[in-house]
């Protein structure tokens, strides 16, 4: 119902723009190492081909890695991930064609060629992303949606889309009682309806429902379904297909291949061992020596958590509190007076987490993995939230991707923002990649130079 004019439209100016840059690094090199063809008009017009088998290259590395196709929902961890995946394996296919081609236009010199085109592609889509997002931020080009029958499952999305005005949607209320079709395409009409939300677990009949999907059709109304929050089963189950029957398939995660397995430990253990040479080793007697000087009690605070498949390990931090019978009870709040003042400082820079990476190379957690809660957070919530229990599937994380997008914390509704989190960790564990990791530990260290506001 919602006439979209001008998406194509900027997805060609921003393919032109990438273009662009691709085509000024790479003349750049060349002239400057090439300064006898500058006057040269049959070699410019021989690397013309050159040229525009880079852009075809481009384009068709596009498909594979999705660089252009970004939802309104896409984070800017997600799109790092794709950009730098698409980056790498466009200088991979930038170095094969030079190694066949012997051209000059395609042999320049390729660490400084990399660098050059990796800042300016990354600072060019980083300032259209975040422009995009701040555009819609005002209520431009925004997207009109409505729910019908609504649950605690229109419950939490509604609260992601209402906190993240970036993504440009705007909800109009309907007051769904009893559907009468005349009304409901009348509504559509005025308000321009473009999407539908309608949860799975719903109260209307089967004929409503097909009633319903048959309106919209028919009215250019798209319907997205939103599963239940405490239904797990939509992550359990890939579609395939045998010939043309689609049928549904046991997932196995990306984590559940040894290769994947074996990248991450392999990564996690290198990782491990330079940060506890290069900063740990200076790093850990300085704070050591200032939460003895400011409190009472032991410098590291031990705590039972559960990790891989459930097995309860022990988890190793600073301690940030006054020691108290209730911290493997009680999860902080705003203000809480358990928490020392140089405790605040190391939970704000996400210090206190440090020790840690002893449990990383003990291989009960990894490097990025979701958060491992106290065990009586756990046994409350996992009844709860039917998929809570796919976070086990993979290493816990001394970061992850929850925490890197503000999804920690008690703050706000508490049962709203777990399911929040839960979403991220299971978005994580069906989602990996090793990019998605560097990505995340990169997002990470800025949280701990700039300080997680969102950290108690």
């Known amino acids: 119902m919602q006439r979209i004019r ?12 990438d273009l662009l840059v691709i085509a000024s690094i790479f003349m750049f090199f060349y002239i400057t190492r090439n300064q006898n063809v500058k ?20 384009m068709l590395l596009s ?24 980056f790498l394996l466009f200088i991979l296919g930038v170095l094969l064609i030079g190694k066949v081609s012997y051209n000059v236009f395609f042999n320049s010199d390729i660490y400084w060629l990399s660098f050059y085109l990796l800042f ?10 975040f422009s995009i997002k701040y555009v819609r931020s005002l209520g431009i080009n925004h997207r009109n949606i409505m729910f019908l029958n609504e649950n605690s499952s229109t419950e939490v999305l509604k609260n992601i889309l209402r906190d993240r005005k970036d993504y440009g949607y705007k909800i109009f209320e309907y007051k769904s009682g009893e559907i009468k079709t005349d009304e409901l395409i009348e509504f559509w009409k005025k308000n321009g309806i473009h999407t539908l939300f309608i949860p799975i677990e719903n109260s209307y009949t089967p004929a409503i429902e097909k009633e319903i999907f048959k309106l919209a059709e028919a009215n250019k109304v798209h319907i997205s379904l939103i599963p239940s929050i405490t239904q797990s089963d939509f992550f359990l189950y890939d579609l395939g297909y045998i010939q043309t029957q689609p049928v549904l398939n046991q997932t196995k995660y990306p984590l559940d291949y040894y290769s994947n397995f074996l990248l991450k430990r392999i990564f996690d253990i290198v990782f491990s061992v330079v940060i506890m040479i290069g900063i740990c080793s200076w790093l850990f007697p300085i704070i ?9 009690g032991p410098v590291f605070f031990i705590q039972e958590r559960y990790g891989f498949h459930e097995e309860v390990f022990k988890c190793i931090k600073f301690r940030t509190m006054i020691v108290n019978e209730e911290s493997s009870t009680k999860t902080t709040e705003e203000n809480d007076v358990r928490i020392t003042r140089f405790g605040k400082f190391l939970r704000r820079t996400s210090l206190d987490e440090m020790p840690q990476f002893f449990n990383v190379l003990k291989g009960e957690m990894s490097i990025v993995g979701p958060r491992p809660h106290m065990l009586a957070v756990d046994n409350y919530y996992k009844p709860k939230i039917g998929r809570y229990s796919l976070r086990s599937m993979v290493t816990p994380g001394i970061t992850g991707l929850a925490q890197v997008n503000g999804l920690r914390g008690d703050a706000g509704d508490i049962e709203v923002e777990m399911n929040k989190r839960v979403l991220a960790d299971a978005f994580y564990v069906r989602n990996w990649s090793f990019m998605l990791d560097f990505v995340i530990i990169l997002k990470t260290v800025l949280l701990v130079i700039g300080g997680d506001k969102n950290a108690k």
């Open 39 to 58: 006057q040269n008009q049959e070699i410019w017009y021989q690397n013309s081909f050159a040229l525009i088998l880079l852009f075809l290259f481009w």
């Open 288 to 296: 050591a020596i200032l939460i003895k000087t400011t409190s009472k």
């Open 63 to 86: 498909g594979r890695t999705r660089i252009y196709n970004i939802p309104r929902n896409l984070t800017y961890t997600l799109f790092l991930e794709r950009l730098l995946i698409h």
């Open 120 to 129: 300016f592609i990354f600072l060019a889509k980083s300032l259209i992303f």
């Open 6 to 17: 001008y998406s194509r439209y900027l997805k060609s100016i921003i393919v032109l723009l």
